[in-house]
T-cell receptor
Framework: KQEVTQIPAALSVPEGENLVLNCSFT??????LQWFRQDPGKGLTSLLL?????REQTSGRLNASLDKSSGRSTLYIAASQPGDSATYLC??????????FGTGTRLQVFP | EPEVTQTPSHQVTQMGQEVILRCVPI?????FYWYRQILGQKVEFLVS????????KSEIFDDQFSVERPDGSNFTLKIRSTKLEDSAMYFC?????????????FGEGSRLTVL
């Protein structure tokens, strides 16, 4: 059974820091991995999708990497801003339609 | 930018009542999903829907739940005889494909409170 874990559970950093969020999954046979952002009481905003054949994806200040063999993905946020404060979720998809979500990392960036 | 829209944003209901949550997926998408998130817990898969039928459902999605695409644009989740533990945020999602190319796009969610 696929399990997805995210470390750390919570992170508080000053504005301007570069930071790394970690996601690990127990079954490496995945099709893709998707990172989401969730603001309190809101929906899920897709940030990056990494297909199984890819190693990384970049969007603006965000860079996500995928190492299927070790069951890990990292989300790198450069030059963090207070507006980046949110919960970040990773989710993997395998041979069925469903996404398996991680526990999330709650990020707070203070001025 | 195309988006998934959900109504209502918040519904309060009495235990035992039926509720219908509505979703309008992105127009050219073919795959539709419902997920839920109980407060403080992980987002959980409920059901996926393609070609007017359920393609997969979780153990949560029992006979109390049903989905329908009544008119080619809306996608609904019906919960019969609601229970206290059905209180959660329900998210609709859609995608153009599945597997290696299937990026899911989520709506803002419908918060269901069962009293």
């Amino acid at each position: 059974k696929q399990e997805v874990t995210q470390i750390p559970a919570a992170l508080s950093v000053p504005e301007g820091e570069n930071l790394v969020l970690n996601c690990s999954f127990t079954d490496s046979a995945i099709y893709n991995l998707q990172w989401f952002r969730q603001d309190p009481g809101k929906g899920l905003t897709s940030l990056l999708l990494i297909q199984s054949s890819q190693r990384e994806q970049t969007s603006g200040r965000l860079n996500a990497s995928l190492d299927k063999s070790s069951g890990r993905s990292t989300l790198y946020i450069a030059a963090s801003q207070p507006g980046d404060s949110a919960t970040y979720l990773c989710a993997v998809i395998r041979d069925t339609d469903k996404l398996i979500f991680g526990t999330g990392t709650r990020l707070q960036v203070f001025p | 930018e195309p988006e998934v829209t959900q109504t209502p944003s918040h519904q309060v209901t009495q235990m035992g009542q039926e509720v219908i949550l509505r979703c309008v997926p992105i127009s050219n998408h073919l795959y539709f999903y419902w997920y839920r998130q109980i407060l403080g817990q992980k987002v959980e898969f409920l059901v996926s829907f393609y070609n007017n039928e359920i393609s997969e459902k979780s153990e949560i999605f029992d006979d109390q739940f049903s989905v329908e695409r009544p008119d080619g644009s809306n996608f609904t989740l019906k919960i019969r005889s609601t229970k206290l533990e059905d209180s959660a945020m329900y998210f609709c999602a859609s995608s153009a494909g599945t597997g290696d190319t299937g990026e899911l796009f989520f709506g803002e969610g419908s918060r269901l409170t069962v009293l």
